[in-house]
């Protein structure tokens, strides 16, 4: 255990204060065009926080120990650090690729403080264990997620985009802090656990107003992890977004959602006492969240012709997926519990890398000035072998196939759904995830089996995008051989929030 | 060991793939001698008896260790070698550096990466042939599809694109259908890891339980099938066959070898490890289906095979029905059965790789495959023509060659194996004679007579680094012919306990 206690909140820390220097190296030198300055400070500040979530994970803290810290408003236990684990290796990747897509715009320092702003965001969200700080913190991630996603200023796709996502936005926070509210007429206090002892000692009184307080806390989750039917931003928005703010805002920003859920429906909201008492069973909620976003995530992918917006769109299916991990949660399983919690926490890992990097390719694409449709890919992999063989690994591992990480995230997380009974979840996301073969090979088909329609040169290499995504292609790989430390570690996490 | 050869082979194909062209084929030829060297010290080195999945079995090089855990379910690295896998590992490295040094001539661009996916094929076959649990066989199994469906679809024929679809849709649905069939049996089996030893000789004692109302027995009878079909998708046998003459014609000859040599073997090695290891007794029930399916496949496919023009349909189609042999020696479940069966993927191997090499010499000459296009090579070929006669009547069974020991074990395990074999037996003895028709066919109008040659190439003598795969793989057939204890003694002290199913 660290100690003193606060040493538990370097990642936070760290990430603050990367954010801060980041700005104070804007105010000395205003407008700078810096770019290897700008993008190493982040960087190295996402990095350095990667080291501490990790090390925390492994020996400060330990994976089922918690440290809770300023009156138990934040936790730091497992399952925060394993989820800045995902948040700090995504703006890592995010912020070295942004190296080369940035080189022409100004407002570079801004850009980089605010998505450290953002990963700092996510993981004080991580540990917060009041619906306070969890509304706060939910506010620091989207506020520099709006001006992210508009951050094209001349790009009229990237404008309406920003604008879309922010109105929407708006108007989930309200939803969400409205739900807030309801559940703070109930019980009478925001903080987790003594809303879990509340109900447990006096059982659920107004349930009716109660159940539609949770309702909108869903529906607040929803609209942050894109998942049906809060979902209708995220193909504009990761669309018109610059392509690395798109795989920030699919990977990170998503799993920060669900690290949200994950706390809250478990700790504060715990199944034994909500369902039982009769007042609402929010796992049929997420049940039928999960198999509507994962049929209209993976069929909506399988009808476009923009590979951007393909990806957004798996990036809902995905979402489907890891909802299992709430919907099959079942009451009194303490154990089968924290297997697919745990595999939901897993596959928000595996997919963070994988989608990050298969986005970056895009930017790369982008960056290059290669068109948008599936038809414009065709023979980039005689111009790019390498890259082209990790955009190959991203696809064939977001569609589950063996050799990559994201087989046996899909795996273990359908055979815990069928272990705690809910076959029929596992059934649909087999289903959709084999359909989903078929439009993430239209891309390798593209890059490697079709001939190039047009005669292009692509001008150089970018070493940062270039970096980012062979290091993506390599995590991605090697989460295979490293699956089992990782599983692990996410078990541990998550038997902490049914202890 | 294992772990070495297959992390050597890795580390090659990495090397390979980022070597330039010039000298990636040069390259991948000599790297692949270390796991050819290997693979052939596994041999003299080997030590294990008995089946890798029954009780009796003592493995060689076997390492087990933990990866990961399911729940109450176990992932573990488990890879061990017995006479079965053996040959198949040996098989495999070797037609894997034959076909490479057959690539040098037809592979002309993108060479790094035709070579880095070649070496990294061999690594997941390595991998498949070894690995002795489930999870883990199966990534490397899937490992297999992904380099061969780009080896079709970039480097492949006119057609290559439609090719390399069909071949990846038809073979990972059966995947996913054998999945399926595995998962559900080892939820109704009161097993602690996705081990196959344990799944095999849970099943064997009768410990199946039932799972979602299913009935034990329909339960053991549906997930075989499943199984079956999967693995039949693969081999293939007839119905599911109508992929392979697609993939074999688009590839490229190097990938043709190793999808005819070694992928099809990755069925019928799967076939007897899961089905006629684990459930022998669906298998009894069913015999009649199962070896109808064996014989019809010979019968069948040796047909197709006379009604094609293109030589190497010709040679491909010839693998449907040399496969049905396969099948029909693995339903006998008697050793000489079940080790012909496993004989036979050995030297089916080496000789359609034999044949499918030899076409690829005939077609860099010549620039056509068509029976109809030419005539009389032998004048001006002589080489590649008498080793592809040779070729032809190791497959049509001349004894001293390998073909004719596959076939002969064979034929005496299944004679008396079930009430009725002898008729399917004496079916499948007849589809011999179909498969000299053809080949005899072939060769005397494509090979003998007076020249002719539709195309305009200058016809020479192919070059040497063509011609020496071919002898290599010439010795190896009559090696075997002449000396088949070289392997069958291993391989029927593996097979011996299955014999007669039901322990």
Redesign the interface.
Known sequence: MVSPDWLALAPHGILGLTAMVLLLYDMIDPDSRNRLALASIATVGSLAALAASAWLLAVGVGPSESVSLFDGQLVVDGVALFFSVVFTTVAALVTVASYDYLADHSYQAEYYSLVVLATTGMVVLASANSLATAFVSLELVSLPSYALVAFLKTNRGSVEAGTKYFLIGALSSAVFVYGISLVYAVAGSLHFETLAAFFAEQGIEQAGVFGLGIVMIVGGVAFKTASVPFHFWAPEAYEGAPAPISGFLSSASKAAGFVLAFRAFNVAFSLDIAAVSGAIDWALLFQILAVVTMIVGNFAAAVQERVKRMLAYSSVGHAGYVLIGLAAITSGGA??NS?VMG?AMMHLLVYGVMNTGAFLFVGMAEYWGVGRRFEDYNGL??QA??AC?AMAIFM?SLAG???FGG??SKY?LF??A??AGF?WLAAIG?VTS?LS?YYY?RVV?AI???DPSADFRLRGRPVGLYAAVMLAGVLTVAL??A??VG??AAYDAASVLFA | MIEALLAVTFVSSLVV??APDRVAGKLAALLSLAPLAGSLWLYTAFDGSGNALLPDGDLAFETMA??????D?A?NWHVGLDGVSLPLVVLTTLLTTLAIVSAWTPIDE?QS?FYGLVLFMEA?LLGVFSALDFFLW??????VL?PMY?LI??WGGPR??YA??KF?VYT??AS?LMF?GV?ALV?ALPVESFGLPEIAQSLRAGELGSL?GIQPGTLEVLAFFAIFVGFAVKVPVVPFHTWLPDAHVEAPTPASVLLAGVLLKMGTYALLRFNFTMMPGVAQDYVYLIAAVGVVSVIYGAMLALAQQDLKRIVAYSSVSSMGYVILGLVALTPFGLGGATFQMVSHGLISGLLFMTVGVIYNTTHTRMVGDMSGLADRMPFTVGVFVAGAFAYMGLPLMSGFAAEVFIFLGAFDAFAGAPWFTAAAMFGIVIVAGYLLFAMQRSLFGPFRLETDYEVGRAPLHDVVPLVVLVATIVLLGVFPELIFDMITDAVTALSGGVA
């Not at chain 2, 933990?66 to 729940?71: D, H, M, Q, V």
């Not at chain 2, 199966?138 to 490992?143: D, H, I, K, R, S």
């Open positions: 154990g089968g297997i595999a992999s005689k072998p390498m063989v064939f196939l063996p050799p087989f046996f273990v055979l815990g069928i272990q076959w087999a084999a073969l090979s088909k490697w089996i079709e295979l051989p699956f089992g599983i692990e | 793939f980022a933990t990866w990961l855990s399911i729940g379910l992932v993108r990466q997941a199966f990534v490397f199994w899937e490992a992904v780009f679809g970039v290559r694109k390399a679809i990846f990972n649905v996913l399926i998962i939820f979602a």
